[in-house]
């Protein structure tokens, strides 16, 4: 191994101090990355089944690459865009009421975000001191528990369990927990589960965080790939701008993932917190994304293609893992089907997803995304390269005909 740099007892404890760097430990999502390199060297005539991959798979819709086009060519989009344009906000405004029904005032209540995950980065610095803690659900999209550790905050996991339709226990927490909890980071359609919120369970937040004096965040960034009814924001439910904020993103329902741009809405307390923290950290995303988004926002047959494409995909996904065994049901959102993992394969026993997601890229190559937080799960996404229904209906074919050499066995 290299020396260290001069620098090594320098790095922040908050990163692994004079340790930074030299872990062994091989994340999930590494492994996997492995795991594929690997059986595509051994097997290169049996090609990937990839349902591990969580990015859309199409690119924006033609009229939004137009608009970023003649946006970006314009002289007045080329600088710092601050805290954001007005044509974004006041889109992001008409949607949150054409879409929701939520009215907000553009100027003070919403703002924009790089992306969502940034936001998650920022928020805790609006509220996290050292001590206090933020409640956060597992599994689940893990930035605004990270941040909050680095400013010296805890993080306290609810764990989602399907016995509690992928609800926390709100009930469940320690009081000396709620004592110190600033933050409840909530995710619906939840990532990964599939479940979509009630009104009911929203209401219940609303109660438990006037109670305890806690802010909610809802991470919404699945919230138009909704099929069970209608998507449903947190702001809709009444008393929730009081408590909280809901982040939104063009990412998963206008195909726009990597144009890294979303928005943040809810009490205007909240949103200047935000934006503070944010123009002392960013300068705002590029003006000719934010007017394209602007379009996309305002032209609903686009979210609507891409759920309509999503429902499809995960239709034929489930209907195809139950022909093995699989004990599987239609998610309620997100483009994720999350189904306990197989207990067995023949003699083969798994203590874990994780040993039975490796087993199935190894022997079939199938990749799929483990999870162990609250029982032994794997997501599946149907995020994969298809260019038609033909291609998808011959994909889920050879999956079930792959699968089906296995014998899997479930609990
Ligand atoms: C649950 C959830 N929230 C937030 C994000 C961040 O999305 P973005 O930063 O693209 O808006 C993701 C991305 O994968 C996610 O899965």
């Known amino acids: 191994m290299a020396a260290d740099p001069w620098f090594q007892d320098l790095f922040a404890e908050r990163i692994g101090g004079a340790n930074y760097g030299k872990g062994t430990e091989i994340y ?22 990839d349902f591990g991959i969580g990015e859309n798979d199409d690119m924006a819709d033609p009229r939004i690459r137009e608009a970023l086009a003649r946006e970006a060519n314009k002289l007045e989009n080329r600088g710092y865009a601050d805290n954001g344009i007005m044509a974004y906000r006041e889109a992001a405004a008409e949607f949150m009421e054409r879409q929701f029904g939520v009215r907000l005032d553009p100027m003070t209540e919403i703002c924009h975000c790089i992306g969502s995950k940034p936001a998650y980065a920022l928020l805790p610095a609006c509220f996290i001191n050292p001590g206090d803690v933020t409640l956060m659900t597992v599994p689940g999209y893990p930035v605004a528990g990270t941040w909050t550790r680095y400013f010296g905050g805890e993080v306290y996991r609810l764990p989602l369990y399907e ?3 992928f609800y926390p ?22 990532s990964p589960t599939g479940a979509v919120a009630s009104r009911e369970f929203y209401q219940r937040v609303i109660d438990f965080a006037h109670r305890h004096r806690i802010v909610v965040i809802q991470d919404a960034a699945h919230i138009l790939l909704t099929y069970k009814g209608e998507p449903l924001s ?10 909280g904020v809901e982040v939104h993103s063009m990412s998963k329902g206008f195909d726009m993932i990597g144009w890294r741009l979303g928005f943040v809405a809810g009490h205007p307390r909240i949103v200047q917190a935000y934006a503070d923290v944010k123009d002392n950290t960013d300068s705002g995303q590029f003006m000719a994304i ?14 609507q293609r891409i759920r309509a494409k999503y429902r499809r995909r995960l239709e034929k996904l489930v209907a195809a893992l139950q022909q093995v065994g699989f004990r599987c049901q239609m998610p309620g959102g997100t483009y994720f ?7 067995a394969a023949g003699e083969r026993r798994f203590a874990t997803a994780e040993e039975a ?22 997501r599946f996404s149907v995020t994969y390269f298809a260019p038609d229904e033909t291609a998808e209906d ?10 089906s050499t296995l014998r899997l066995q479930f609990a």
Request: with cysteine.
């Open 357 to 378: 997601a490796h087993f199935l890229i190894q022997e079939q190559s199938i990749c799929t995304v483990p999870w162990d937080d609250a029982g032994a799960y794997l």
């Open 290 to 303: 934010q007017h394209a988004a602007a379009l996309a926002l305002r032209t609903p047959d686009i979210p």
């Open 394 to 403: 011959a994909l889920m074919a050879e999956t079930v005909r792959r699968l």
């Open 337 to 343: 089907l999350y189904t306990p993992a197989p207990i």
């Open 234 to 243: 947190f702001l809709q439910v009444d008393g929730a701008k009081e408590v």
């Open 163 to 165: 016995k509690n339709g």
């Open 28 to 49: 999930k999502f590494e492994k996997i990355k492995r795991a594929k390199r690997k059986v595509l060297a051994e097997h290169p005539e049996r090609p990937l089944l």
């Open 169 to 190: 226990e709100l009930d469940s927490i320690p009081g000396d927990i709620l004592r110190r909890a600033k933050l409840l980071v909530l995710n619906y359609p939840n």
